[in-house]
């Protein structure tokens, strides 16, 4: 086993352990800044896939911008929910009426992503298959090809977003803005 | 040699800089302030109390590391080591020399704009763990300041990198100087690539990356949160902020962390704007100042020189200009820098088109 693939498994390792942690652990703000744990990871584990323009992108999105966004909210909101979530008691049984919403929509899930990975076969794929030998090396400068695409092949969805990215702009400045009085 | 010794080696050779940089800049700051407000600073220990900042850290090391009782043990002690290690990791893309550059990365621009993000984690951290209203409000503060100031200081950024076209920092620095292989021109106009000096440098290349200069190095003094943009720490208002509750070696550790940015953004300005680790001096004639002093030596010299150079700078403002209110910080982002920075992007990109 080479430097690499112990890398890689203990990254992977920590992403897996964090995520389980960051759902089942009881302390809400310390799950959330367990959660850096697992994107950061996230971003370890992109740059093993030679991704590392993703990798960096997942920093700069998740860690500087949603996580702290996410950490403000917590961080204005009620502290004693926030250390005693078992205070705001909805029902503590498992299987109970006001849990089944929940329950069908999580089975169902897991459901569909079991059909797909039992039907899922990577060899067989056409586009995997054909791509073979169109190898990327680490020290190939994929920022270019990126820029590239994106300008000239996947102009509308990088436009489209730009416009959705504008209207949630205007709809928080709207929503911010103090009243006019009439 | 093993690369991985190699590797372990780089990676200490920049942490006791960045030790020894904090050491020097925190007297470098007494003497500096000393100076404007006329008064002497440090004198007793030492030779004009050169040895002051190193009994400090000694006695800093050697303080109980107190948590209070009530604060979230485990964000608090970690808290501490994320603000230094986000900081510690940006250094690792930035070139010192012609040649010498501890990760060549062909994002480092990206890299060392997304890893100064992750220090506004740390913070947040910093300031809940600690369970002290004024850390919350300090950290608080901080943050909404980080992540409103990283905008004009990220387009700021973008202009430069479309007049240099590339995002890897040390094709930037080189292309600011005699080693250019593209060419370089001054103001568009006369080219450079043999004169050399400072008429090649981003600044001189395109003016109007002056401007965009001066928007991010007031952005970097946020993001540093030192004066005038310290509310985070506000002393009349909030005690010292996030790191109210702090003692000894972590309270070092945050310290350190501050004095490294303050490098750090430095390092990235000058890399970006100001010619990296190309030399001032000009080839004039027969009198070839720029190809005797570029090498991997000297361009250490160079940038180094620079970089000090801009962190007194910093100095020099936080102890001459008084302190921004909440309100006015967010109306100089958003109002005056943002469109600013826009109006860069948008000539850089006309120069792109029209002049080079």
Redesign the interface.
């Known amino acids: 086993m080479n430097i690499e693939q112990i890398v890689f498994y203990f990254l992977s390792a920590v992403v897996l352990v964090s995520a389980l942690l960051v759902v089942a652990m009881k302390n809400l703000v310390r799950s959330i800044f367990l959660f850096f744990l697992t994107l950061f990871s996230m971003a370890g584990l992109f740059v093993f896939a030679l991704a590392d323009f993703v990798a960096i992108t997942q920093v700069v999105v998740y860690v500087g911008g949603v996580l702290v966004l996410m950490i403000f909210a917590f961080l204005l909101s009620n502290r004693d929910i926030l250390n005693n979530p078992d205070a705001v008691k909805i029902n503590g049984k498992f299987l109970t009426a006001h849990h089944l919403p929940g329950l069908v929509v999580s089975f169902l899930f897991f459901t569909a992503l079991m059909f797909a990975f039992s039907q899922f076969q990577v060899d067989e794929l056409e586009w995997i298959a054909a791509s073979e030998g169109n190898t990327l090396s680490p020290s190939d400068n994929t920022i270019e090809l990126l820029g590239i695409n994106i300008m000239t092949r996947y102009l509308l969805p990088f436009e489209t977003i730009s416009v959705l990215l504008m209207l949630a702009l205007i709809g928080a400045a709207h929503l911010a803005r103090k009243e006019r009085k009439i | 040699m093993n690369p991985?010794f190699t590797y372990i080696l780089i990676a200490v050779a920049l942490f006791s800089f960045t030790a020894i940089f904090a050491l020097f800049a925190v007297y470098a700051e007494r003497k500096v302030s000393a100076f404007i407000q006329d008064r002497l600073g440090p004198m007793e220990t030492g030779v004009y109390g050169s040895l002051q900042t190193l009994a400090d850290i000694l006695k800093m090391l050697q303080k109980e590391l107190i948590v209070p009782a009530a604060a979230?043990k485990?964000?608090f002690v970690v808290a501490p080591v994320i603000i230094f290690v986000s900081v510690y990791m940006g250094f690792a893309s930035l070139p010192w020399g012609p040649g010498l550059i501890p990760a060549s990365?062909?994002?480092g621009v990206?890299?060392v704009?997304?890893?100064i993000?992750?220090e506004?984690?740390g913070i947040?951290?910093a300031?809940?763990g600690s369970n002290n209203k004024y850390s919350?409000l300090g950290?608080?503060r901080s943050?909404a300041q980080v992540?409103s100031y990283?905008i004009p200081a990220g387009i700021a950024i973008i202009s430069a990198v479309m007049i240099s076209q590339s995002?890897d920092l040390q094709v930037i620095a080189t292309k600011q100087g005699i080693l250019s292989t593209e060419g370089a021109k001054f103001l568009g106009l006369w080219d450079v690539s043999g004169v050399g000096g400072f008429l090649a440098w981003n600044v001189f290349q395109a003016p109007h990356l002056l401007l965009a200069y001066v928007i991010y190095f007031i952005a970097s003094l946020a993001e540093c949160n030192r004066a005038p943009f310290d509310i985070p720490e506000a002393e009349s208002e909030l005690v010292s902020g996030f790191h109210t509750e702090y003692t000894g070696i972590r309270f070092a550790l945050i310290f350190l962390g501050e004095y490294s940015m303050m490098f750090l953004v430095g390092m990235f300005g000058v890399l970006l704007f100001l010619g990296g680790w190309n030399t001032p001096l000009p080839n004039i004639g027969s009198f070839t100042l720029a190809d005797w002093t570029t090498g991997t030596g000297w361009g250490v010299f160079w940038i180094v020189a620079k970089v000090l150079l801009v962190v007194f700078v910093q100095m020099w403002l936080r102890w001459t200009l008084p302190r921004l209110r909440v309100d006015q910080l967010m109306n100089l982002c958003w109002k005056v820098l943002t469109p600013l920075a826009f109006l860069c992007m948008l000539i850089s990109g006309v120069w792109q088109l029209l002049v080079m």
């Open positions: 991985y979230d485990v964000l990365l062909n994002l990206f890299y704009f997304a890893i993000s992750v506004s984690v947040l951290m300031g809940w919350l950290a608080l943050v992540v990283e995002l």
